[in-house]
C-alpha cells in the first residue's frame, strides 16, 4: 500500500511531469514523462502565468500531463 502518489509541483526550467510514490517501509519510486509538445499543460498555464508569447521552452505539454495523471490514477488504484 502506499502512502502518496503525487505528481510533484512544476519546478521552474523543467520539460517534464515528475509523479513519486512513496511506499511503505520508506520506499519511493520516481516517474518522469517526458515529451515534445505543442501546447502547455493547464497546470502550466494557471501557476506559472504562461502566455503564447512565452513559446514551449522549458514548459510542461499538455500531453505530457495528461499521460502524468492517467499514470497516477492507475498507480492510485494498484497501491491504495
Known sequence: MASRVEIE???????????????PDNETIY????????????????QNDWEPEDGMDHVEGDKVYEVACR????????YQ
Open 9 to 23: 509541483p512544476l519546478k521552474c526550467k523543467h520539460y517534464s511531469a515528475n509523479i513519486r510514490v512513496d511506499l
Open 31 to 46: 516517474i518522469q514523462v517526458a515529451g515534445d509538445n505543442r501546447n502547455p499543460s493547464i497546470r502550466e498555464i494557471e
Open 71 to 78: 499514470i497516477k490514477e492507475l498507480l492510485e488504484g494498484m
